[in-house]
């Protein structure tokens, strides 16, 4: 038997998991020491304008695009150009087409992208794939299809394929501008072309492609159902409208004998064609505007006959 003691001190077990905490929050503060300085350095640099236009004329595009988008918030168009013209100029890496396009969208918003894509535009003349490929990329968002389709088809039919394996290529991105313009046969014809051409990469377009053809079936199906299911009671309330039309017309210019009609005629016509509206056989449920415009086109008719008959009976007035 082991002898009963007091329990004075701290379980082993407890010493060694208090230690390893200790060791963990001790860590945590020195990579806190480390990552805040620097998380306060970038704020302020983002926050101080001055750094910000010092980093943005070193040639840092993401400077000079901040200073652009406050710029532009506050109202300032032109600076947030220049700056974002900057960005577009001054960016040193391989990738820097990125930093013009914000300098795009701001200048189709002012009308001036011709004028701020000749840059670009003359870079791409001089058989830069890569600038044509991203202009054309930028018109497709911007919806301006013909200068997308400039750049974009050639490099299509020449079988351009972007650096990035993971980008579909000018022809896909081309058939989608299509498709959202509602030109679906030129969106076909170019999914056609690179799925046959780029099988093994032109997968996107080869679906693209069937879901495009699906949805024209589709189409066609609704618009011939649309056209097989027109209600003849629609033509009978088009009827009397234009015929309410009709009669104001008679009334100004039909003289006495448009008078006769409308006195005796034009309200049987129209009771008549009102009647066979309300009661039509299984006549679906109508909205309330269309019962307003009814009661307006029979009370008008029913006060021109009256009118028509006074005029045409004035001793038969009362005195």
């Known amino acids: 038997m082991y002898p ?8 082993p077990l407890a010493k060694k998991s208090a230690a390893s905490l200790r060791r963990y929050f001790c860590i945590a503060f020195v990579a806190i020491q480390f990552l805040c300085p620097a998380f306060g350095m970038t704020t302020e640099e983002v926050l101080n304008d001055d750094q910000a236009r010092q980093q943005c004329f070193k040639g840092k595009a993401i400077y000079c695009i901040a200073l652009g988008i406050k710029e532009e918030k506050t109202g300032h168009p032109e600076r947030a150009l220049e700056l974002y013209r900057t960005a577009c100029k001054k960016h040193p890496t391989p990738g820097h087409l990125r930093a013009c396009t914000p300098l795009l969208g701001l200048a189709w918003k002012m009308n001036r992208l011709d004028e701020e894509a000749v840059p670009l535009e003359t870079r791409c003349k001089e058989d830069e794939p890569i600038t044509c490929f991203y202009l054309g990329q930028e018109y497709l968002k911007l919806v301006e299809m013909e200068k997308a389709s400039r750049h974009l088809e050639p490099l299509c039919r020449n079988h351009f394929r972007p650096p990035d394996p ?5 022809c896909y991105h081309l058939a989608k501008g299509y498709e959202q313009a509602g030109q679906w046969n ?3 014809e170019l999914f056609q072309f690179d799925c046959e051409n780029h099988k093994e990469k032109g997968q996107p377009s080869c679906e693209a492609r069937k879901q495009l053809v699906e949805m024209k079936r589709v189409h066609s199906q609704l618009r011939q159902k649309g056209i097989r299911d027109f209600d003849p009671v629609e033509v009978i309330l088009l009827f009397i409208v234009f015929m309410s039309i009709l009669n104001v017309w008679i009334w100004f210019k039909g003289g006495r004998r448009g008078l006769k009609y409308l006195s005796l005629a034009a309200p049987v016509v129209i009771w008549g064609a009102t009647l066979t ?3 039509w056989p299984d006549k679906p449920a109508y909205p309330a505007g269309q019962w307003v ?7 008008l008719v029913t006060g021109m006959a009256v009118h028509a008959y006074r005029a045409l009976h004035p001793l038969n007035d009362s005195r």
């Open 186 to 188: 030129r969106a076909l």
């Open 4 to 11: 009963l003691t007091s329990y004075s001190g701290k379980h």
């Open 166 to 170: 993971a980008n579909y290529g000018p």
């Open 277 to 279: 509206w309300v009661y």
């Open 293 to 299: 415009v009814l009661f307006f086109a029979f009370l």
